[in-house]
């Protein structure tokens, strides 16, 4: 347990410098390292993509309200919006990790796997849509926020790879897309952990330190080292080549959906 607490730790200070740096990722990284170390720990093998996921959006609670107090500090989060899309996006969130414990472990790994080409290629073009539309009307801007809710917890993220595009796309400026995409995170970490944890409770044979999905010991040590080094990765953004940056990832994710949809393929 020793050695795996301290590969979490270091996971967390990967992911939290990564997250700090781009805004976006932590997530991404989170879940293919984690599905890896639960099946050298021995973890259920039918359960570990979603322990990864469920204890990834733990991890993005502290994190995303450290990045939403930030951003709110700065006057950069648009709360109508946030308080507008907030209902969908809590019943979309919650719905999907609770039909995720229903989900085999292979099909939630072929959407992730799906989804991480889709990042690393949006990522890599630094796709942005033209802002050719007013925010949609309340049935609208609930049935958006229902869908990046649902997607993010299948794939264990904050929801930004999805919530800036579509937010910049309703004609809302990008540091203000950014700042309140910060904002959207924290419920969808929220309903997603709670969601993994009640799906996960009457599931047989997952490790004794978790709560439903939620690996605790895992949850603890990288949340400590995310929170270490995400300072470190928002500063470095005024010295690194951030566009540079973000193409090594997107090759990375890359290379992380390759072998990830290998392991489907094998089985």
């Known amino acids: 347990m020793d050695s795996f607490l301290v590969f979490y730790f270091a996971l967390g200070l990967g992911t939290g410098f990564v997250a700090g740096l781009l805004g976006v ?9 984690l599905v890896w170390a639960f099946a050298r720990q021995g973890f259920a093998p039918d359960y570990l993509i979603h322990l990864a996921l469920a204890t990834s959006l733990a991890v993005i609670v502290p994190t995303a309200l450290s990045s939403l107090r ?14 507008r899309i907030a209902p969908g996006i809590l019943l979309g969130t919650l719905l999907g990790s609770l039909v995720a414990a229903k989900l085999s472990d292979s099909g939630l790994r072929i959407f992730f796997t799906l989804f991480l080409f889709y990042a690393a290629t949006q990522m890599l073009l630094g796709f942005k849509p033209p802002a050719s539309r007013q925010m949609p009307k309340m049935l609208g801007i609930t049935f958006a926020g229902g869908v990046i809710g649902l997607i993010s917890s299948w794939v264990g993220i904050g929801g930004g790879t999805l919530s800036v595009p579509f937010l910049t796309w309703c004609n809302i400026e990008l540091r203000r897309a950014i700042g309140t995409s910060s904002a959207i995170g924290l419920p969808i970490a929220l309903a997603g952990t709670l969601g993994y944890a009640v799906s996960g409770m009457n599931v047989a044979n997952l490790p004794e330190a978790s709560i439903g999905f939620v690996y605790l010991p895992a949850l603890a040590a990288i949340a400590l080292g995310s929170w270490l080094t995400a300072p470190f990765g928002a500063a470095a953004t005024h010295r690194l080549p951030v566009h540079l940056v973000k193409k090594l990832f ?10 990830m949809g290998y392991g489907v393929w094998t089985g």
């Open 25 to 33: 990722g932590g997530g991404l990284l989170m879940v293919p390292a």
């Open 70 to 83: 930030a951003h709110h500090a700065h006057g950069a989060v648009d709360w109508l919006t946030v308080r």
């Open 250 to 259: 997107a090759g990375l994710l890359y290379l992380l959906a390759v072998r």
